[in-house]
């Protein structure tokens, strides 16, 4: 990169914010080395290259995102100290309010041949360092002289964070130290010293430790004291003794607790403790019990005596809102719902104004302002909560007519966010049954100043949202386990969530806000995964900004120095309850990797990005289009998730990396986002080593694209684009792997959770996926696995995208089209605001905090009664699904039901059971597992929205184990299976030689 500013002397009248600094004028021969921030003749690179120069008296690095290096040379081998100084006018690197600085600029020493070798970047305050005002000191480091010969090493500062860019430093110092044992030393956590973040152990594991020390012949012991937060005296201490040698010796010791709480460390040489100056870090840690869980003794939930019931059709609602519609008239409770009888079912139901429509341009409210047109009614529920204890409130509703509505909890004062909503299709796709269904919503209270409300909310236009009871229980002890349900030790169950905190919003209280808090959301989270008979959890550790884990090379837009380690809290928390971590990733480290190659020479220059038919780039922070077939791009990807593997690969919980697709913020770093982009230079000529026309560069992309997708290539430009991207993922494989080696034969899989459209293809009358344009089909790749995804429930207010979706479940052309992964993601289309509807004020509870006190939404549409597990079993029917996940933004927690499917699917191995029918459009499906010839297992789905019976054949005699049960039946040939219930799971071992010979369906 384009260096600005070359090399300047200094001078012994240069003056640092009015202090003399620096006892030597040059780098050979001097005791100190000092640099002024606008003298740096190494490398650099900065965001916005409108900041250089440097500017401001004197010059600064304040506010500028990037890094400089600044070359000095060593004639002398030896400790050295960094000193920074800044100005103290602008005032705006320490807190004002608490004295603390931030601790988000990095601090290393590089040379090429050893490396980075990184500084302290919790910096202490000047009073109590002793340093002069102005000054502060990253730490200490050994240098060496190349043999007697004068040798350079290069001063980096940086700081890329999103959230604080650099400080106000204006200058350097370098300063050979006296030898001195108790001062001239280094600690780090893994070898790393630029992360100060919070670490994660379990009680009585290992947090390893290095120790650098000695040299100049010196010899001691360095005593590492591990103290509890709030604590009087250190809990344990270990020392580490050195011996007198010329150069200093790194030594690995470690350090664990045995009781759980928040701890840190301090350092003694002898009996006194190393001075603050020498700013050794703190490194705080938090132990957490990780033995393993045992399942609770009780089988069912344990509810109290019901602590309150409403009837909706005899008690009027105590808030109601919304227009009146022709049937129901003003004059009757307020104009927006009516109490009605039909077909035995009696129960309140609103008018038929939803809010599905906020989201077009006019119809969404302006600033300060509510929906006020959408139906709702609520209920303050008579009743004191206990905050921290779990409690369940069950909602009746009629399951009669066209309904898509949402049910929410809600209480006064906390995150809008933490509502608790969640929502019921009825009617539509799902044949009514006329009956009464009860729909449920586990919560934690947010306070107990308030009692909670019951909202009943309409979503869609033209349908009205309706409920008969409403009830509350208070859950006692722990929820049950679904035991029993890894017998097969094979197929997974589990819940992903859209965003790396969101987990917290169903799981939480209203007060997290500390590692504690944290880990009580994840052990909620793993309880109820338990309770469902669930096995995974699929974790965002790093979309939008937000990250769960801390990153030294890599988006360090996002990741500050003391990023806390969520992510190793999620794997130890994981394995107490024995469920496995898949990690996702959605690489929109847009900012990161758009500037990485933007210079101050040519801040224009993208050659990175992906290039559209009209010669277009994407190229804002926020939605910035990569080419994926740029070297550098994918040097960048497969470094950033290596750099994470390797972190975490050893943690048995960790089984997986996931790479997220998505259409409506795509950065294309593992696609090509749809067909009307890579008509690049780049792209181009590798797609004429490829099977392509030669490579012209004379071509526009716009004749690019033209030429590629006319009828001679087409066929070759599609199959060009899928290899490309599969050899990335066979690649990765390679890397993350099998190169990096993580647990050789282990379960370890990279997934991509596809969610990318192509922009071609007519199947239904709207546009259809069409992945293939966009370089992502079917592969079968050892280590690899396309998820297919698809959303239920009726999103928005567009018919004809709920077709769509729909589509996506019931054709099997739409549901296999990764039929090789059998992998299937289940995500609830989302009724959801953004602080539109129905603010706390009307309910006579306090406002929000935060977010202008408005509320958002993000209900998840479940699909009503047994319809609830109609996407399972279809997954399962035609896909022997061995991976299926439910997910979403908010509240998703499965229905009862669904217990009852993974009672049976978790029976099953990951073995290949073969369709015994014709084909899997039967509407009981039947698969069965051979060894040597012989049935040993097999399973039967009802497809269908009625019960169903079915009979069997066997060549021989044999008995058949119900494995949820472990019933067996006595000995025969033929068998009638009956009567299986509407999308029901049945899996069967076959006890004795025997294979299916025929089959048929009763009536």
Not at 14 to 19: D, K, S, T
Not at 886 to 897: C, L, P, R, T
Not at 943 to 952: A, D, E, F, G, Y
Request: charged share 15%; hydrophobic share 35%.
């Amino acid at each position: 990169m384009k260096n600005l500013y070359p090399a300047a002397k200094t001078t012994s009248s240069m003056i640092l914010f009015g202090l003399a600094f620096g006892l030597g004028l040059s780098d050979a021969g001097s005791a100190v080395l000092t640099r002024n921030a606008n003298q740096y003749n190494g490398s650099y690179h900065v965001i916005d290259p409108a900041m250089l120069p440097l500017t401001g008296t004197p010059p600064s690095l304040d506010g500028v995102r990037g890094y400089f290096e600044y070359t000095v040379t060593i004639d002398t081998t030896g400790w050295y100290e960094l000193r920074v100084g800044w100005n103290t006018s602008l005032g705006d690197y320490q807190n004002g309010t608490t004295g603390i600085f931030y601790p988000y600029t990095k601090y290393f020493i590089h040379n090429p041949n050893v490396g980075m070798t990184y500084f302290n970047s919790s910096i202490p305050t000047s009073a109590a360092s002793g340093l002069p005002s102005g000054v502060f000191k990253p730490g200490v480091v050994w240098l060496a002289n190349d043999g007697g010969s004068p040798k350079s090493y290069g001063v980096r500062i940086e700081n890329y964070y999103n959230v604080m860019p650099l400080p106000p430093i204006t200058s350097f110092e370098l300063r050979k130290l006296a030898p001195n044992f108790a001062t001239n030393l280094r600690v780090t956590c893994n070898g790393d010293g630029s992360w100060i973040g919070r670490r994660y152990v379990g009680l009585n594991e290992n947090l390893p430790i290095n120790i650098q020390a000695g040299g100049d012949n010196l010899a001691g012991t360095v005593i590492v004291e591990v103290w509890k937060e709030g604590a009087s005296s250190a809990t344990s201490s270990v020392s580490v003794p050195f011996s007198a040698t010329a150069n200093p010796v790194t030594t690995a010791t470690h350090v664990s607790v045995s009781a759980t709480g928040d701890y840190y460390l301090k350092y003694k040489v002898g009996s006194s403790y190393v001075p603050t100056h020498v700013n050794l870090p703190r490194l705080s840690f938090t132990a957490l019990n990780i033995a393993a869980a045992t399942a609770p003794s009780n089988s069912t939930i344990s509810k109290t005596a019901m602590i309150t019931e409403i009837n909706c059709a005899t008690t009027s609602p105590t808030y109601s809102g919304g227009l009146t519609d022709s049937v129901i008239p003003a004059a009757f409770n307020n104009g927006n719902s009516r109490v009605v009888t039909v077909g035995g079912l009696t129960y309140r139901e609103t008018a038929n104004n939803g809010f599905s429509d906020c989201w077009l341009a006019n119809r969404q409210p302006a600033s300060g302002q509510y929906i006020t047109w959408a139906n709702w009614f609520a209920y303050t529920m008579p009743a004191t909560l206990q905050k921290g204890q779990l409690y369940l409130m069950e909602i009746d509703y009629p399951d009669n007519d066209d309904r898509s509505f949402l049910m929410e909890v809600r209480q006064g004062g906390v995150k809008p966010y933490q509502i608790r909503a969640s929502g019921v299709d009825t009617g539509g796709y799902h044949t009514p049954t006329n009956t009464m269904k009860t729909h449920q919503i586990f919560f934690w209270p947010d306070n107990v100043a308030d009692q909670p409300r019951a909202v009943v909310l309409n979503y869609q236009i033209g349908m009205r949202a309706a409920a008969a009871k409403i009830r509350l229980y208070r859950v006692n002890g722990e929820l049950p386990w679904l035991l029993g349900n890894s017998a097969g030790g094979g197929r997974k169950f589990g819940h992903w969530f859209e965003e790396p905190f969101s987990f917290t919003m169903t799981y939480s209280d209203g007060s997290v806000k500390d590692s504690g808090s944290y880990a009580l959301a994840i052990e909620r989270w793993a309880k109820m995964l338990k309770y469902l008979g669930g096995d995974t959890l699929w974790v965002n550790v790093s979309i939008y900004g937000d990250l769960l884990y801390p990153s030294n090379n890599y988006q360090k837009q996002w990741a500050a120095p003391n990023t806390p380690d969520y992510f190793k809290m999620i794997l130890l928390i994981a394995k107490k309850y024995d469920l496995k971590v898949v990690a996702e990733f959605h690489p929109r480290s847009s900012s990161e990797l758009l500037t990485k190659y933007r210079t101050a020479a040519d801040p224009n220059n993208y050659p990175h990005l992906a290039v559209k038919k009209d010669g277009s780039v994407v190229n804002t922070t926020s939605t910035a289009l990569f080419n994926p077939v740029y070297p550098a791009n994918q040097t960048w990807l497969t470094g950033m998730l290596r750099e994470f593997v390797l972190k975490y690969k050893t943690e048995p919980s960790f089984h997986g990396i996931s790479l997220r697709g998505m259409d409506w913020v795509n950065p294309g770093l593992n696609n090509f986002s749809n067909i009307d982009w890579g008509y690049d230079a780049e792209t181009a000529q590798l797609f004429a080593a490829n099977g392509g026309p030669a490579y012209d560069s004379s071509l526009t992309p716009a004749q690019r694209y033209a030429l590629f997708t006319s009828s001679t290539y087409s066929v070759q430009w599609d199959a060009f684009r899928v290899d490309q991207i599969n050899t990335l993922y066979s690649d990765l494989r390679d890397t993350l792997i099998t190169d990096a080696n993580v647990r050789p034969n282990s379960e370890f899989t990279i997934y991509s959770n596809t969610g990318v459209k192509g922009i071609v293809g007519s199947v239904t009358p709207t546009v259809r996926p069409d992945r293939i344009k966009a370089g992502v089909a079917d592969a079968n790749i050892s280590g690899f696995k396309y998820v297919g995804r698809f959303s239920y429930g009726r999103h928005r207010s567009v018919p004809s995208a709920w077709d769509s979706d729909r589509l996506s479940l019931t054709d099997p052309n739409e549901l296999l089209e990764f039929a090789s992964s059998r992998s299937f993601f289940a995500t609830a289309a989302y009724a959801e605001d953004s602080g539109w509807t129905v603010p706390n004020s009307w309910l006579g509870l306090p406002d929000f905090t935060g977010a202008s006190g408005n509320p958002w939404v993000s209900g998840h549409l479940v699909p009503t009664g047994r319809y609830n597990q109609e996407r399972y079993a279809l997954m399962l029917a035609r896909g022997d699904a061995t991976l299926i996940m439910n997910g979403g933004n908010n509240y998703f927690i499965d229905q009862e039901s669904t217990r009852e499917f993974l009672k049976e699917y978790r029976q099953l191995p990951n073995h290949a059971f073969t369709a015994i029918n014709s084909t899997t459009a039967d509407p009981v499906v039947i698969r069965q597992y051979l060894v040597g010839g012989l049935t040993n297992m097999f399973y039967l789905v009802n497809t269908t929205n009625t019960s169903r019976r079915v009979r069997i054949n066997f060549s021989n005699t044999c008995q058949l184990q119900r494995l949820s049960s472990g019933g067996t039946t006595t000995p025969g040939t033929t068998w009638d299976i009956n009567p299986l219930a509407p999308f029901e799971v049945r899996v069967y071992r076959v006890n004795d030689p025997a294979t299916i010979t025929a089959w048929s369906n009763l009536p």
